[in-house]
Structures are given as structure tokens and as C-alpha cells.
């Protein structure tokens, strides 16, 4: 990938719902899928106030003719037009992704969404559907995945470095909600809006990603039962949570542990994700990226380093830059983008081989999300118990 060579023919035609000016998201999605030019920026529905979401697409060089007042009435110009576009990414609350993907795969549209991907797994269930049915993906962005060293983890516990795994031990747990912040800001209130975020607040807007890079790393991890206890110590947000503690059994008989939370006063972001197995450890943290600890148990304790020869094959395919110079969340996210692309081209050419070798957060990624926050609120809900995974 260090190359930098165009893999495609001709960049896939592509429209933003959402991320508009204000969104706190849509930037790091255009700098992503536009960065390897496997995407071209053709349209959008960029704001709720369409003047509003005019004038920031001609701003970014959309055809004023493309900038469109809502989604409904973009999807159904574009499939008019020859050139019309063939993926969408959906970057709004969370309350309007469901309607909004069902009607992009219903155009035939290639779909990229920001979690959660639905409420329900019903839902969830119900686009997996659409999306086999119109031979469509839909990419889910579960950006830190794209980060070079979560491959090397995936590689290492296959290999057996680790031993049998016995422990996953993660968690997502800044400080930043640790007061009420959004009283006064917009873009954080309807995260603890139940109308529009949904049954969670941290379970699924920061313990997920966690829970998806566990999955990454440990594919074959399956989930028995879990144990949720969740918290609202700012109580404006109730029932919505700022904090809760996950517990989970594996049919393996591994153990999993998930802390999320938002008011871990002073934390900057605390995303950590450990692996203990019967003869070593591995340990990524987001805030140190670049890093993988590699921890065997009565030797020296190890920094594999992003961007080294020593690692496996399938991690340097992820290199943009030399060891040395480090790369973060923009370089994981457009790591993600480039793999949709990717992704998409082989399903519109019918090429099941080369899909099939291609690793990214798909529906079924944003299927588990969804069935894992739903099972956390009914075992928090009734209590604190242990609830059978569903």
C-alpha cells in the first residue's frame, strides 16, 4: 500500500448524507475515501438545512445541481443520471440510519454507515437482506480496525503465540462527558437523546469499537452470556447511560471484560484492548497507536513497532509511511475506505474470490454491535443479571 498505485480503473462515484459543517464526523469521511482516490466526491445531502447543505458542497466542489435538500430526493435524481453516483456514506444521528440505509440499498446503492447501524436487530437483520438482495455492501466505520497492529494481533493469536486464550480485557473510557457538556452543545446532545441515540449512550458509541477490534483479533471468540451493569452519574441523561461494565463468558470458556465510559474524569480517550493468553499478553491503546506490547510471560517485555519487517505480511500491506513516522486515525480510517473500495469493486464484478479476502467492518460487524448493546440493556435493565446471548 506504501505505493501509493491506483488499484481501480476509475474512482467509485460517491455521495455523503450528513457531515455537513457542524458534523463532528464528516471530515475524517471524506479525508479517508477520498486520500487513495478510490472515491470521488460527486453529490450530497450534507445538512438537515438544505441551503445550509448547498452551500457547503459547492464549497467543497460538488455541483451545486448535486447538492441536494434531503437523501430521498438525492438517490432518486442520481439513479436518472449516467453518471449517477454508486455508494453513500451516512454520517447523521443515530435514529435516521435505519430508513436512510434501507432506502440507499433499495437504490442500489453501496452503503457505508457510522454505527450503531440500527436499534434492532431485527433491523439489522432486515438490511442484511436488502443488501444481499441488491449484491450491495454495507461497510460499517469502525475506524480504530484500520489501524496496522490490530491485523499483527489478529495474526499473532492465530499463529499461537499467545497460547489459549483465557482473558479479553477491554475498554473505551475517556473523560470528556464527565459534566454535562451537552447542555450547550449540539452535536453532543443527541447522543444522550433516547429518541435519537437510541437504547445506549456509551455501550454503543464507544463500547462497541472495542468490542469489534476483540472480534478482529479473535474471530473465532463466540459469546455465551454476559452480565451488564450500567450507570447514568450525570442524571439528565438517564436512562441513557455515561457509564457501564460488561462481563462475558465464551463458549471457549475464555473471559471478556468491556468498560465504557464517558466520565473517566481526566482520561483523553482510554481505549485499551488486552489479550492474556496461557503463555503471553498483547496489548494495543489508541493513544499510542503505533505500538503493540507483546508480553511473554518470564521474558523481557516487548514494543513491536508499526512499519517493521518483522511483522506479518498481511500488517504491511496497511504501511502509508516508513517505521518511524507515526500514523494514526486518519491513516486507520482511510486504511477502512480504501478496503471499501476495494470491496465494492469486487462485488459489482461478481468476483466472490477476491471479496472474500478482503477484511472490513460489514453489516455483519454492525449486526453484532447492534445484538451486543441490545443484550447489555436487557441484562442491565433486569438488574444487573446474567442473561443467555441472544
Partial sequence: MINGEMQLNAPIRWAMVGGGRSSQIGYIHRS???????????????????????????????????????????????????????????????????????????????????????????????????????RKIVGVTYGYAGHQLIEQARQMIARGDLGEVRIVNMQFAHGFHSAAAEADNPSAKWRVDPKIAGPSYVLGDIGTHPLYLSEV??????????????????????????????????????????????????????????????????????????????????????????????????????????????????????NLYYRYALAIDATDRGDAQALREIRYPDIHAGIDGVRWVENCVRSADNGGIWVKYT
Wanted: negative net charge; proline residues 4%; contains cysteine.
Fill in 217 to 334: 483479533m479473535l474471530p473465532d471468540l463466540k459469546i455465551e452470556s454476559l452480565l451488564c451493569t450500567r450507570q447514568s452519574f450525570i442524571q439528565s441523561r438517564a436512562p441513557l447511560e455515561d457509564n457501564a461494565f460488561t462481563i462475558m463468558k465464551y463458549t471457549s470458556g475464555a473471559i471478556g471484560y468491556v468498560w465504557s465510559c464517558a466520565v473517566n474524569a481526566g482520561s483523553m480517550h482510554g481505549q485499551k484492548i488486552r489479550v492474556i493468553g496461557s503463555r503471553a499478553s498483547l496489548e494495543w491503546w489508541d493513544e499510542r497507536p503505533n505500538q503493540l506490547s507483546y508480553e511473554v510471560q518470564g521474558q523481557p517485555a516487548q514494543i513491536l513497532e508499526r512499519g517493521m519487517g518483522y511483522l506479518h505480511a498481511r500488517a504491511i500491506e496497511d504501511d502509508r509511511i516508513g517505521a518511524g513516522h507515526p500514523e494514526g486515525l486518519f491513516e486507520a480510517w482511510s
Fill in 32 to 134: 479517508a475515501a477520498l486520500r487513495d482516490s478510490s472515491f470521488q466526491l460527486v453529490a450530497g445531502a450534507f445538512d438537515i438545512d438544505a441551503e445550509a447543505g448547498r452551500q457547503f458542497g459547492i464549497r467543497l466542489g460538488v455541483a451545486a445541481d448535486r447538492c441536494y435538500p434531503d437523501y430521498k430526493a438525492m438517490f432518486e435524481a442520481e439513479a436518472r443520471r449516467a453518471d449517477g453516483i454508486r455508494a453513500v456514506s451516512v454520517a447523521t444521528p443515530n435514529g435516521t440510519h435505519f430508513e436512510i440505509c434501507k432506502a440507499a440499498l433499495l437504490a442500489g446503492l453501496h452503503v457505508v454507515c457510522e454505527k450503531p447501524l440500527c436499534f434492532t436487530t431485527a433491523e439489522a437483520n432486515a438490511l442484511l437482506a436488502l443488501a444481499r438482495q441488491a
